[in-house]
């Protein structure tokens, strides 16, 4: 099983201010199947990135994704105050999906 | 538009069992798979598990193997999740989502399951 590890577990930005957030895999992971999420309080988590890099529907373009192998990067160039959240990336290998176990995104 | 309508929030006992709905419109329902995932209270997501709308075939996480079943009706548009054998670990919000190329493209609203004697 491929764990995915996330970095760092909180981050305390201000809004206009860019933020940077690290998902490491165990294992090599194919770049087409590396996803990433934004969660609210008392909501479902929403698509932000598929494919490593690929903007899912109405996503703005402050959001932003790169990596391949093991290390991956969501980058958010200028935080406005409804970023702020918990974000998740996300695998698939073999039949198989695992999350990394999430980055808080606090207003400093 | 695409849409994921689940079941109300459920009370259940260590020991019972919960089977949780997700009702899908908007799309051709047998086109994609449909996976379960949960995330307990203050927690990460957890993915249980997999269906093929159209062959009905499964995929579960090894965690919940022996205790989960996901079926689907074809009539309806719905996938069902059966969580056995209840205990307090398993209280959680249990989402359905949508898997296209890899990614969960569409969620539904969630489904509380709280297990308490």
Not at chain 1, 39 to 61: C, E, H, N
Not at chain 2, 27 to 44: D, E
Not at chain 2, 72 to 95: N, W
């Amino acid at each position: 099983e491929i764990v995915l590890t996330q970095s760092p577990g909180t981050l305390s930005l201000s809004p206009g201010e860019r933020a940077t957030l690290s998902c490491r895999a165990s294992q090599s992971v194919s770049s087409s199947y590396l996803a990433w999420y934004q969660q609210k309080p008392g909501q479902a988590p929403r698509l932000l990135i598929y494919g490593a890099s690929s903007r899912a529907t109405g996503i703005p373009d402050r959001f932003s994704g790169s990596g391949s192998g093991t290390d991956f990067t969501l980058t958010i160039s200028r935080l406005e105050p409804e970023d702020f959240a918990v974000y998740y990336c996300q695998q698939y290998v073999s039949s198989l999906y695992s999350f990394g176990q999430g980055t808080k995104l606090e207003i400093k | 538009q695409v849409q994921l309508v689940q079941s109300g929030a459920e009370v259940k006992k260590p020991g019972a069992s919960v089977k949780v709905s997700c009702k899908a419109s908007g799309y051709t329902f047998t086109s994609y798979y449909m996976l379960w995932v949960r995330q307990a209270p203050g927690q990460g997501l957890e993915w249980v598990g997999m269906i093929n709308p159209s062959g009905g075939t499964t995929t579960y996480a090894q965690k919940f193997q022996g205790r989960v079943t996901m079926t689907r009706d074809t009539s309806t548009s719905t996938v069902y999740m059966e969580l056995s054998s209840l205990r307090s670990e398993d209280t959680a919000v249990y989402y359905c989502a949508r898997l296209h190329l890899g990614h969960f493209d569409f969620w539904g609203q969630g489904t509380l399951v709280t297990v308490s004697s």
